[in-house]
């Protein structure tokens, strides 16, 4: 099993349609977790991130952490083409390391 | 004020050859890691550099060494080239201890035929 899974999509919806990513992961040391957005033949860029467990909201993203189901989402309200990109969740223990765990990533495009 | 910078942006070698990343993290940070992102994959990570010491090391072989050097910038080397060994090469730079805090260059795509 790997330690972080992500559904690759890929994911289409129309401009100003409510999108919904989802990562579940096996590790329980987890305690940090991030979304990262990835633009083609870009790096990755840090969109959200929580400490545990809660929601956190920025503009039109919102993260989630659900440590007892081992479940992360992020959502974005009224989506826009400019939010065509890949998206990745990625986890870290911090404590006992400081690397970064990805999920594969999924593939997003919204149509205008 | 300038991100992290990766040179080259494209890189296409041969089966047993040698090469060489390198990487200039933001201003004011002090770390560097190394990630593998293979195509349709996440990144994974192969190793962190702080004060010019190897800090931490992923699941990669010896083949893949690094270095740091006083001005913070790291060179990430890879010897004996494999043909799974393809894939965009991102360096992210951070202050140490902030997981947060990570900034990625947008790569190197290194192509081994």
């Known amino acids: 099993q790997k330690e972080v899974e992500q559904d690759p999509g890929p994911l289409s919806v129309p401009e100003g349609a409510i999108v919904s990513l989802n990562c579940t992961y096996s590790n329980s040391a987890f305690q940090y977790f991030m979304w990262y957005r990835q633009y083609s033949r870009k790096g990755p860029e840090l969109l959200m991130y929580t400490y545990s467990s809660g929601n956190k909201e920025d503009g039109r993203f919102t993260a989630q952490v659900d440590k007892s189901s081992k479940y992360i989402s992020l959502f974005i309200r009224d989506s826009q083409p400019s939010d065509s990109a890949t998206y990745l969740c990625a986890m870290s223990d911090f404590g006992g390391s400081e690397k970064l765990v990805f999920g594969k990533g999924t593939k997003l495009t919204v149509n205008p | 004020d300038a991100g992290v910078t990766q040179s080259p942006t494209h890189l296409i070698k041969t089966r047993g050859q040698q090469v060489t990343l390198r990487c200039s993290p933001k201003s004011g940070h002090d770390t560097v890691s190394w990630y593998q992102q293979a195509l349709g994959q996440g990144p994974q990570f192969i190793f962190q550099?702080?004060?010019?010491?190897?800090?931490q090391r992923g699941n990669f072989p010896d083949r893949f060494s690094g270095h740091q050097f006083p001005n913070y910038s790291s060179e990430l080397n890879v010897n004996a080239l494999l043909l799974g060994d393809s894939a965009l090469y991102l360096c992210?730079?951070?202050?140490?201890?902030?997981?947060?805090?990570?900034?990625f260059g947008s790569g190197t795509r290194l192509t081994v035929v």
């Open positions: 550099y702080y004060e010019e010491e190897e800090r």
């Open positions: 992210a730079s951070s202050l140490v201890d902030r997981v947060y805090g990570y900034t």
